[in-house]
């Protein structure tokens, strides 16, 4: 699939997106058609609502070469923290807090931020064009550089910031054909000027990212029925042929972490297609599906029929992803925050917490214990949110959950040990948590948009023996 022509799709008529202008994160993506999460009314009419605002959105092409950008709006104002010295949180206990250092308010209507990579954040404005924000210890964030680029809904920085992908949305035509998304690689080493350098034809409607390196892992899922059921492919950040496929396992994949040369994936099990969604899947009074408005339904994380498998995948050549082994999953406990460390997999689900697998062998993995965390016993809610997050440091799982962020000791890969813990504003939902440089950068907006957005900078060490230090020392 490599070889595809990069031209646009027919213009036979503006597709119907499924993704917004700001797509939930990868961490807590609603579920595609079969993987339904338990929401309550008022989400759904905020989702409905969102979707009528934000519409149909045409295509077109990228320009090669992006726009300096201009220092970042007065709206950054930084906020004076107070955290308790000790909180005592359901499931986790009574812990020391973990190190705020800065809480940013990016102010009304401004976009929260995507991805930070060393110090440089990216940000998606509207859909059409991102911009790039350096970050400093001192000094309120800086605006400097950005570039135009039609329809997108998320950004990703990769290969150790040098490179910022974006994914644009795919989507169906009035006349029922699918026409394909697509993703855009710019060159960011110099941030001022970032430069389109390469593109990908994305094959169905639902895509996780993964850095790795100079590649990328992408997983592609779907949403809608698309012409492929979805893959986990490899595809080349850096050099001329930035863009092309190197790599790829075909079965759909909605999660991809990745842990040496192991990619640790949830994918249909035996990578099978799944069932073409019926009509009765399309939420009730979605305009354009010609159905009555009725109660909320009661929505599924997956199908009992196609539960979803927790996969093992080499990686040791990158052009022939080879798979291990895989375990299916019950279908109760879809993950949305994923992680990998040391040969384990770390799965946040909303029913049992943070669910631990092994799968440091050649056989299939083996489910371990779940380790509870904050309300999450509770089938119909995630906590009361719809965050689920995860991500490791060295030896130190971080989680996200709805206004909540943990810490847990991995010393014992397998019996996760929670060390240090904030609570965020009340309004301050998580949408983003990114990992970088020993530290949490934490984007926030209320869900139903009555709180403004804002970004939390938090420490987030390696060592677990130095991060209790910090805690001691709050």
């Given at each position: 699939m490599?070889?595809l022509p990069?031209?646009?799709?027919?213009n036979?008529?503006?597709?119907?997106v499924n993704?917004?202008?700001h797509?939930?994160?990868?961490a807590?993506?609603?579920p595609s058609?079969r993987?339904?999460?338990h929401?309550?009314s008022?989400?759904?009419?905020?989702?409905?609502?969102a979707?009528?605002?934000?519409?149909?959105?045409?295509r077109?092409s990228v320009?090669t070469?992006?726009?300096e950008?201009?220092s970042?709006?007065?709206?950054w104002?930084?906020?004076?923290?107070?955290?308790?010295?000790v909180l005592?949180v359901?499931?986790l206990g009574?812990l020391?807090?973990?190190d705020?250092?800065?809480?940013w308010?990016?102010?009304?209507g401004?976009?929260m931020?995507?991805?930070?990579?060393?110090?440089l954040?990216?940000s998606?404005r509207g859909?059409?064009s991102?911009q790039?924000?350096?970050?400093g210890?001192?000094?309120?964030?800086?605006?400097?550089?950005?570039?135009?680029?039609?329809?997108?809904?998320t950004?990703r920085l990769?290969a150790?910031?040098?490179r910022?992908v974006t994914?644009?949305s795919?989507?169906?035509?009035?006349?029922g054909?699918?026409?394909?998304?697509?993703?855009?690689?710019?060159?960011?080493?110099?941030?001022?000027h970032?430069t389109?350098v390469g593109e990908?034809v994305?094959?169905?409607d639902?895509?996780t990212?993964?850095?790795?390196?100079?590649y990328?892992l992408?997983?592609e899922?779907r949403?809608?029925?698309t012409p492929?059921?979805?893959s986990?492919?490899?595809i080349r950040l850096?050099g001329p042929d930035?863009?092309?496929?190197?790599?790829?396992?075909e079965g759909?994949?909605?999660?991809?972490?990745?842990?040496?040369d192991?990619?640790?994936?949830?994918?249909?099990?035996?990578?099978?297609a799944q069932?073409?969604?019926?009509?009765?899947?399309v939420?009730d009074?979605?305009?354009g599906?010609g159905?009555p408005?009725?109660p909320?339904p009661?929505?599924m994380?997956s199908?009992?029929?196609f539960?979803?498998?927790?996969?093992v995948?080499?990686l040791?050549?990158?052009?022939?992803?080879?798979?291990?082994?895989?375990l299916?999953l019950?279908?109760?406990?879809y993950?949305?925050?994923?992680a990998?460390?040391g040969?384990?997999v770390?799965?946040?689900t909303n029913r049992?917490?943070?669910l631990?697998a092994d799968?440091?062998?050649?056989g299939?993995p083996v489910?371990?214990?779940?380790?509870?965390?904050?309300d999450?016993k509770d089938?119909?809610?995630i906590?009361s949110?719809g965050f689920?997050?995860?991500?490791?440091?060295g030896s130190?799982l971080?989680?996200?959950?709805?206004t909540?962020?943990a810490?847990f000791?991995l010393?014992?890969p397998?019996?996760?040990?929670p060390v240090a813990?904030v609570?965020?504003?009340?309004?301050?939902?998580?949408d983003?948590m990114?990992?970088?440089?020993?530290?949490l950068y934490v984007?926030?907006g209320?869900v139903?948009g009555?709180?403004q957005?804002?970004l939390?900078?938090?420490e987030?060490?390696?060592?677990?023996?130095n991060?209790?230090?910090l805690?001691a020392a709050?």
């Open positions: 490599s070889d990069l031209e646009g799709p027919p036979e008529s503006d597709p119907k993704g917004s202008p797509d939930v994160p990868e807590s993506r609603l058609g993987r339904w999460l929401i309550g008022v989400v759904i009419l905020a989702a409905l609502i979707g009528l605002v934000w519409g149909t959105r045409g077109s320009p070469t992006a726009t950008g201009e970042a709006p007065t709206t104002t930084l906020s004076e923290v107070v955290t308790d010295e005592t359901q499931g009574t020391p807090s973990l705020v250092l800065q809480h308010g990016l102010g009304e401004q976009p931020v995507d991805d930070v990579s060393r110090g954040a990216v998606i859909n059409d991102f790039l924000i350096r970050l210890d001192d000094q309120p964030p800086v605006e400097v550089g950005g570039a135009p680029a039609q329809d997108m809904h950004a990769s150790d910031g040098r910022v994914l644009g795919g989507g169906w035509s009035g006349k054909a699918f026409l394909p998304g697509r993703a855009a690689i710019y060159d960011s080493e110099d941030a001022s970032p389109k990908i994305l094959e169905t639902d895509q990212f993964c850095p790795w390196g100079d990328m992408m997983g899922a949403w809608d029925p492929h059921a979805g986990l492919r490899v850096m930035a863009g092309k496929e190197v790599g790829r396992l759909e994949t909605m999660r991809v972490a990745v842990d040496g192991r990619a640790y994936t949830i994918r249909s099990c035996g990578g099978r069932p073409t969604p019926s009509a009765e899947a939420p009074g979605m305009p599906s159905m408005m009725l909320p009661m929505m994380e199908s009992p029929a539960p979803p498998c927790l996969a995948v080499d040791s050549d990158p052009s022939r992803p080879d798979l291990i082994a895989e299916e019950p279908w109760t406990l993950p949305f925050g994923f990998a460390y040969g384990y770390y799965m946040a049992e917490g943070i631990v799968a440091r062998g050649l299939a489910l371990l214990a779940a380790r509870i965390a904050k999450m089938p119909m809610v906590d949110g689920l997050g995860l991500a490791v440091n130190v971080y989680f996200g959950n709805h909540t962020l810490a000791d010393s014992k397998a019996a996760p040990e813990v609570e965020l504003g009340e309004g301050d939902f998580i983003r990114i990992l970088s440089d020993n530290r984007s926030t209320d139903l009555s709180q957005f804002g939390w900078i938090i987030a060490p390696g060592d677990p023996a991060l209790r230090r805690a709050q």
